[in-house]
Nanobody, 128 residues
């Protein structure tokens, strides 16, 4: 079992920044692709960023490219999401999740259905 706990959400003005953290309680953290998802009211949960087990590879949804940065520290079992230049449309509940794609497949997967472990979510509110 992998337990994930997010922190760092809150209220910020448009143009501001937040840093989300996700701490994992597992010795096998470095085996997982880690993703950050978000879900706004009435919308589907969407993958916005992912980082490979080593941290060498990253993926970003087009809407956050150049503004958000995902990183991980395997020694601390923690993944981060630095969010800059926040916009009102970034407001959502943000979730971190862990996935282990099968060998021979792409290192990250888009669908939330593939992620086995989830945090409880942290609210991000952006005022205009």
């Amino acid at each position: 079992q992998v337990q994930l706990v997010e922190s760092g959400g809150g209220l910020v003005q448009a143009g501001g920044s937040l840093r989300l953290s996700c701490a994992a309680s597992t010795r096998t953290f470095s085996r997982y692709t880690m993703g950050w998802f978000r879900q706004a009211p009435g919308k589907e949960r969407e993958l916005i960023a992912a980082v490979s087990w080593s941290g060498d590879s990253t993926y970003y949804r087009d809407s956050v490219k150049g503004r958000f940065t995902i990183s991980r520290d395997n020694a601390k079992n923690t993944v981060y999401l630095q969010m800059n230049s926040l916009k009102p449309e970034d407001a959502a509940i943000y979730y971190c999740a862990a996935d282990r794609p099968p060998d021979g497949t792409r290192w990250y997967r888009i669908s939330a259905n593939h992620y086995d472990y989830w945090g409880q979510g942290t609210q991000v509110t952006v005022s205009s």
